[in-house]
């Protein structure tokens, strides 16, 4: 029996693929550049600098938080987040603390048990707001080098509830996360570039009942930082809640803190005690006037949503009939999914088509899933190749009948298998006869004729 049960929320920030910063027209295509060749004075927070908010990237932030079925604040603004880091050098973050952009929503995951079975599982946001991301630091032996060019990149922060009772649902939320980001097309989300990262704060209750354990969150919290990778997140948080219970077995508290994953080995080290909201000294960012949105604003952004992966795998199993795994698949890259729904367009003309007993649309599902003929090509050139696989071949019938009798002959062994019950005995002998026929007939119809002849012979 359990004696702990996991409190686990996540903050995940996400970097907007906008072509000016934040607050200035510095290029916010910083990756791969010189060290801190991409900067100006209101990046680095030189005195007198003003900043200028970017109309894309709180268009976009309202996209995020619609999409996940937030409540768009009319009014919002932003603050002065205030907290000394060499990645930082004016001394405080532009953020946003009471007024964020989007609030109250939530996301909606499929999760598939080891018996196939699907449950759905609903996931709290609490706030999706827009912040300027910092500089980078880079550690070199005894030496710390920082670059700015990454200073005040737009930076979206979602933070859910403390929702998560596993890691496995952490990882598969992220995941969907992602794909959605990647759908609604404001964001590389490249986790290598650092360009989507993901926190998770962990804790441990003694209270199995949810409702009980939401009403008393545990007295301390630990925020592993900066993780860039779904299966990191997964082990982190599965150390975590380790390292914790152990130490809750001695009767102790683990400390409220910020801690490092090292991937090497597997494990989260501390960084530094974890601040409270009230340490940040937050305050109206005087530089920068409230933002007022109107409901014609909010409407014409929230137009812009594409559909998004999890309605697209409805729709496929509800107006193609796919399998779950196959719609899943197809849904994860929106290139792939225009791109199976261009051949099904395309491959519905052709009329002379022998699909196995499966409908066009699964069909395709099959052939894309099992890359039995490449998706980089063209549709033209991916239908052709389709048709050719799925035409209706002439048999020859004295042809079969011979590659039938043939097949019998020669596998004496085979057929008296199959009459003792070993019913699979059959397929030698379809393989026989396929060959034989150089591929030109049907192997269901083979086998239905062989089984045939077995039972006349017996």
Same mark, same amino acid.
């Given at each position: ?13 996400? *970097?907007?693929? %906008? ?41 976009? %932030? ?12 009319? &009014? ?16 405080? =973050? ?24 699907? %449950? ?21 032996? !005894? ?21 998560? *009772? ?23 989300? #490249? ?19 949810? +409702? ?22 997964? $082990? ?19 400390? =409220? ?27 109206? +960012? ?9 409901? *014609? ?35 994860? #890259? ?6 199976? *729904? ?7 003309? !052709?009329?002379?088509?022998?699909? $196995? ?17 490449? %998706? ?11 048709? $050719?696989?799925?035409?209706?071949? !002439? ?53 239905? &004729? ?5 039972? #006349?012979?017996?």
């Amino acid at each position: 029996m359990n004696k702990y049960f996991p409190v686990i929320g996540m903050e995940i920030h996400v *970097e907007l693929k %906008t072509k000016s910063k934040m607050f200035c027209q510095c290029s916010a295509n910083y990756f791969g550049k010189e060290p801190n060749s991409n900067t100006c004075p209101v990046c680095l927070g030189m005195p007198g600098a003003l900043p200028v908010p970017n109309k894309q990237a709180v268009e976009w %932030t309202v996209k995020i938080g619609k999409a996940l079925n937030c409540s768009i604040n009319k &009014r919002t603004k932003f603050d002065r987040k205030h907290y000394y880091y060499p990645d930082l050098p004016k001394g405080y =973050q532009i953020s946003q603390y009471d007024e964020p952009i989007a609030v109250k929503g939530h996301l909606d995951i499929t999760l598939k048990g080891k018996d196939n079975t699907l %449950t759905e599982k609903r996931f709290n946001i609490t706030r999706v707001h827009l912040e300027e991301d910092t500089g980078k630091l880079t550690h070199a032996g !005894e030496d710390t080098l920082v670059d700015f060019n990454r200073s005040s990149v737009p930076l979206v922060e979602i933070v859910t509830e403390p929702d998560f *009772e596993n890691a496995d649902d952490v990882k598969v939320f992220l995941e969907e996360l992602h794909t959605i980001i990647r759908t609604l097309d404001v964001s590389d989300a #490249d986790m290598e570039k650092g360009s989507m990262r993901m926190e998770p704060n962990i804790s441990l209750s003694i209270y199995e009942n949810k +409702e009980e354990r939401m009403k008393n969150l545990p007295k301390y919290k630990v925020e592993v930082k900066n993780i860039n990778s779904f299966n990191f997140a997964k $082990k982190a948080i599965e150390y975590e809640l380790k390292r914790q219970a152990e130490i809750l077995d001695k009767g102790e508290i683990p400390a =409220q803190e910020t801690r490092g994953y090292n991937e090497d080995k597997g494990i989260t080290y501390s960084q530094r005690s974890k601040e409270e909201a009230q340490d940040y000294r937050y305050f109206p +960012e005087p530089d920068i006037p409230p933002m007022e949105f109107t409901d *014609e604003f909010i409407e014409k952004v929230e137009k812009t949503i594409p559909e998004l992966p999890a309605s697209r795998v409805k729709r496929y199993l509800t107006d193609y009939q796919l399998k779950y795994d196959d719609a899943f698949i197809l849904t994860r #890259d929106t290139s792939l999914s225009k791109y199976y *729904e261009k051949l099904i367009a395309e491959l519905s003309k !052709e009329k002379e088509l022998d699909l $196995k007993k499966q409908n066009l649309e699964q069909a395709i599902a099959n052939v894309i899933v099992n890359k039995r003929i490449q %998706t980089n090509l063209s549709h033209e050139e991916f239908a052709q190749k389709f048709v $050719k696989m799925f035409a209706k071949v !002439e048999i020859d019938e004295s042809q079969l009948h011979s590659a039938l009798e043939k097949a019998i002959q020669e596998n004496p062994k085979a057929i008296t298998d199959y009459k003792s019950g070993k019913t699979n005995a059959v397929m030698a002998l379809v393989g026989s006869v396929m060959r034989e026929m150089r591929g030109q007939a049907d192997a269901m119809d083979v086998r239905k &004729r062989l089984e045939q002849l077995i039972q #006349d012979q017996a």
